[in-house]
């Protein structure tokens, strides 16, 4: 089956840090170009870092840039998101989505990251 | 990277036909890569693609569901109306170097 699973999310103090991961199954990870994105509570969908098959290239939103790192393991068909410096306004449910034709194909059930003291 | 704009909220009674639209600029929606996609999001649920390239639609999408664009603005129909369609829709726009925008997101409710 095709699928992505999340994990690593949960309670954090603000300037804190945590390291959320996402394991694919089904299909050739290391041929796709994989993203983050997020959906705060009540709230829209933010895409937030896209990283290139290799792993080689890495992109991000202005609201995270400097302070999240995306990284990748193809032999272990693992996507990773870095977080530091953590803010009240990063909680949300974080997704692991895969981009077929610019567009986000696949969506992993998410990770809760709640960001409070 | 400001979000694409949205109505925030459709309407519509079963059969009848709803058109949501998703106004960016010419960075994004506006641009002639056409790399403008919607999602179906049910409460609680995962997002699901819809619609990519503007009026593409992946395997297993009714034909129910199409997309146009024109200049700076891509629209969503929805035609004949189902109670399952009520969800919340959003658009995403392709805005250059590997980054993307969505929109605020439109709940539709079937009447």
């Known amino acids: 089956e095709v699928q992505l699973m999340e994990s690593g999310g949960g309670l954090e103090q603000p300037g804190g840090s945590l390291r959320l991961s996402c394991v694919a199954s089904g299909f050739t990870f290391s041929e796709d170009p994989m993203n983050w994105v997020r959906q705060a509570p009540g709230k829209g969908l933010e895409w937030i870092s896209n990283?290139?098959?290799?792993?080689?290239?890495?992109y991000y939103a202005d609201s995270v840039k400097g302070r999240f790192t995306i990284s990748r393991d193809n032999a272990k068909n693992s996507l990773y998101l870095q977080m530091d410096s953590l803010r009240a306004e990063d909680t949300a449910i974080y997704y692991c989505?895969?981009?077929?034709?610019?567009?986000?194909?696949?969506w992993g059930q998410g990770t809760m990251v709640t960001v409070s003291s | 990277q400001s979000a694409l704009t949205q109505p925030r909220s459709v309407s519509g009674s079963p059969g009848q036909s709803v058109t949501i639209s998703c106004t960016g600029t010419?960075?994004?929606?506006?641009?002639?890569?056409?790399?403008v996609s919607w999602y179906q999001q049910h409460p609680g649920k995962v997002p699901k693609v819809l619609i990519y390239d503007v009026i593409k639609r992946p395997s297993g999408v009714p034909d129910r569901f199409s997309g146009f664009k024109y200049d700076n603005t891509a629209s969503l129909t929805i035609s004949g109306l189902q109670a399952e369609d009520e969800a919340d829709y959003y658009c995403c726009s392709y805005a250059g170097s590997f980054t993307w925008v969505f929109g605020g997101g439109t709940k539709l409710t079937v009447l």
């Open positions: 989505v895969r981009d077929v034709h610019f567009a986000f194909d696949l």
């Open positions: 010419s960075s994004d929606v506006g641009d002639d890569n056409n790399h």
């Open positions: 990283i290139r098959s290799g792993g080689d290239s890495k």
